[in-house]
């Protein structure tokens, strides 16, 4: 906050568990005592866990709609412009098959639906990867031993206003965490 | 203490491994050198699949001259395998996309290696509509719509075909992106265990930096819902769409408004058997038979019974709108079907699809694994003639009695056919070979939250005992209580 200087990879107090209901209990602990939680890691997504931890609804669901929007108005132009628009500029070239109307709405219904799947699909799972960093190549940024095996690891940011490490310690040993580290991320 | 969803249910894992010991057990297969059962399989298919690819080959080469279709018969073994492979992709889908929708936590020891079944059926599937084509190079780009300078002359988007591409596409590509999300947990797992700095890298690679987090975790979840919700109505507009390119023409047979149900019945039916086939061997040659368990095998006989007789209700009413609606040609084609020169196989398909899946209603019959491995592969021989059936016995006599005709296949379809189990089996055979088979992080879920806590109470279950924690340190997310009963019967 006071200047540039903080460029130095920040360090996190981690405590480790064993199992998902320690995980899930000393997080809500800490998070009424009001230290501040940078992140909790675990093997699989714990029920409750974002809850305990006071992390707001995913974003990515309106992302997902936006994409599928998207996806249907490009369906309908694709269609109504390839079907039944002559412009000069790039003319379309409406073909009479059997009479059929030129624009159905009916016919356009299966390739509209289609699109928007394939946009709106697409586009969330695009959008999981840039809200999550998550890139070819990309190492991780702070990874706890174990916690893609059996591990369930909290980490709380030393840095942060209203950090205070007895009280996390004597939390995290209540709660009967197999470990208690400094570890620093990974620049 | 074994993984229970319920008091009242089965075990979802058998002799309760610990969180470690799952990763263990289901990385095990992939770690270690593959069995020489492993190799002599692996070629046997490969062998298969080569001489598949060559065959495909001559026939480029050669046209498709070389195969028995003629000026009646012009669909044959080509559309009658697009529409098997792609109806065995869709049991993938439903265990991974309508079974997550309904909470149905047995899914999670099947639902990956039943999604990379469903990406190998589909490439498979999509294989047939490009040779069938005969210049797939001329044919496969017209689908497209493109600027081009003959018009510039757009895609007709009110047929069919064109519908079935944008359909067969976008369904390759969502199972595709489902499947990888499913993924990328796991690659880190497996990252997370490397011993050689080359499977580092490249798990390192394609795991993206997955990290465990939970701000990540609570994004992923959100995104699987999506593609979950997505894809179940996709899985179910692929095969609406492919009935559509027979139910919109005007042959007799064809032309009725009951194929989009009954081809997606059709659809699961098949794909689960084949589901069965693949895990009844995976599983024994794995040593992952407490993961998948009979409980797992028993429910997908349940719902291939259910299926069965979908199909077979759908038979009945074929012919019953084909007396009711009094259209002679209607009525000539479905008798035609029955008694004709082709009804062995119809009655083939009869006594596969409808008949024999009736064993599963006997409780020793749908836990005995013999019996299913065989149910599983007869129902798949009766699926390939339903559509055989659908195909070639309405056109091989149509309006016109002097341009009836008979169809032989030729070797070059046989080995078509041959050829693309080959690639299939070989594809999935590789696939246990390099990726986790079993949706490791899922497992753990269903397996983790049963398990008691290590340092709890003596008494109480463990989910009360959560609960009492919670309470104690976190009065005010009354809500995190409240749902927890859900949690327990989910």
Not at chain 2, 326 to 350: D, K, Q
Not at chain 2, 443 to 450: E, H, L, N, Q, Y
Request: charged residues 15%; neutral net charge; glycine residues 8%.
């Amino acid at each position: 906050m006071h200047d540039a200087a903080p460029q130095a990879p920040r360090s996190f107090l981690v405590g480790v568990f064993d199992d998902e209901h320690a995980i899930l209990a000393v997080t809500r602990a800490i998070a009424a005592a009001g230290l501040p939680i940078h992140d909790c890691f675990t093997p699989y997504a714990v029920h409750g866990l974002e809850r305990a931890q006071g992390l707001p609804r995913s974003k990515l669901t309106f992302v997902c709609f936006g994409g599928g929007a998207i996806g249907f108005l490009t369906a309908v132009a694709l269609q109504t412009y390839t079907q039944g628009i002559e412009t000069s500029f790039l003319s379309g070239w409406p073909l009479n098959v059997g009479g059929k109307p030129f624009i159905p709405n009916t016919a356009f219904v299966p390739v509209c639906f289609e699109l928007t799947v394939l946009f709106a699909g697409l586009s969330a799972a695009a959008g999981l990867l840039l809200f999550c960093g998550l890139l070819p190549g990309r190492q991780p940024k702070l990874l706890v031993d174990g916690v893609t095996d059996d591990k369930f690891a909290i980490a709380l940011d030393t840095a942060a206003p209203g950090f205070d490490e007895a009280k996390a310690r004597a939390l995290m040993a209540a709660h009967h965490a197999v470990e208690v580290s400094y570890i620093a991320e990974a620049a | 203490m074994s993984a229970t969803a319920s008091h009242l249910r089965e075990p979802l894992v058998l002799g309760s491994p610990s969180l470690h010991d799952i990763t263990e057990q289901v990385l095990a297969p992939m770690e270690r050198k593959p069995s020489m059962l492993w190799y002599a399989v692996t070629a046997a298919t490969g062998l298969v699949a080569l001489s598949g690819i060559a065959t495909i080959s001559w026939q480029l080469y050669e046209g498709i001259g070389t195969w028995g279709l003629n000026k009646t018969i012009g669909w044959g073994f080509d559309i009658t395998n697009f529409v098997f492979w792609i109806g065995i992709g869709h049991a993938g889908t439903l265990i991974s996309a309508i079974l997550f929708l309904f909470r149905q936590k047995w899914r999670t020891s099947i639902n990956r290696s039943a999604e990379a079944m469903t990406l190998f059926a589909v490439l498979c599937a999509a294989m047939f509509p490009l040779i069938h084509m005969g210049r797939p190079w001329f044919g496969a780009v017209w689908f497209v719509p493109y600027p081009n300078l003959r018009g510039p002359l757009w895609t007709n988007f009110r047929s069919p075909l064109v519908w079935d591409m944008f359909a067969i596409s976008t369904y390759f590509t969502i199972s595709a992106v489902f499947w990888f999300i499913g993924l990328i947990p796991d690659l880190a797992t497996v990252r997370d265990r490397a011993k050689t700095k080359l499977r580092r890298t490249i798990y390192g690679t394609l795991s993206l930096g997955w990290s465990g987090s939970n701000k990540h975790w609570s994004h992923y979840e959100t995104v699987y819902m999506c593609l979950a919700g997505l894809s179940t109505p996709l899985v179910l507009s692929v095969h609406t769409i492919v009935s559509t390119d027979f139910a919109t023409s005007v042959i007799p047979g064809w032309h009725t408004t009951i194929f989009p149900p009954y081809f997606v019945a059709g659809a699961i039916f098949s794909g689960f058997a084949m589901v069965m086939t693949l895990l009844i061997i995976a599983r024994k040659v794995l040593q992952i038979e407490h993961l998948i368990t009979i409980k797992h095998l028993e429910n997908m006989c349940l719902i291939i019974t259910a299926t069965g007789m979908m199909v077979g209700l759908a038979y009945a009413t074929e012919f019953l709108m084909a007396w009711y609606s009094g259209s002679n040609y209607e009525g000539f084609t479905f008798v035609n079907r029955a008694t004709g020169p082709m009804s062995w196989a119809y009655w083939i398909m009869v006594s596969c699809n409808v008949i024999s899946p009736q064993v599963f209603w006997f409780k020793k019959m749908r836990t005995s694994i013999p019996v299913m491995f065989v149910m599983s592969i007869v129902v798949n021989i009766g699926m390939w003639f339903e559509r055989f059936v659908i195909i070639v016995t309405s056109l091989h006599r149509d309006y016109l009695p002097s341009s009836w005709a008979m169809y032989s296949p030729t070797w070059v379809e046989y080995m078509t056919l041959l050829g693309s189990f080959g690639i299939f089996f070989t594809l999935f055979l590789l696939f246990t070979r390099v990726l986790p088979t079993i949706a490791i992080a899922e497992v753990k879920a269903v397996s983790g939250w049963a398990q008691k806590p290590a340092h709890g109470h003596a008494d109480g279950s463990a989910r009360a005992e959560a609960g009492a924690h919670a309470h104690a340190a976190a009065d005010h997310d009354a809500s995190a209580l409240a749902k927890e009963p859900e949690a327990v019967h989910a």
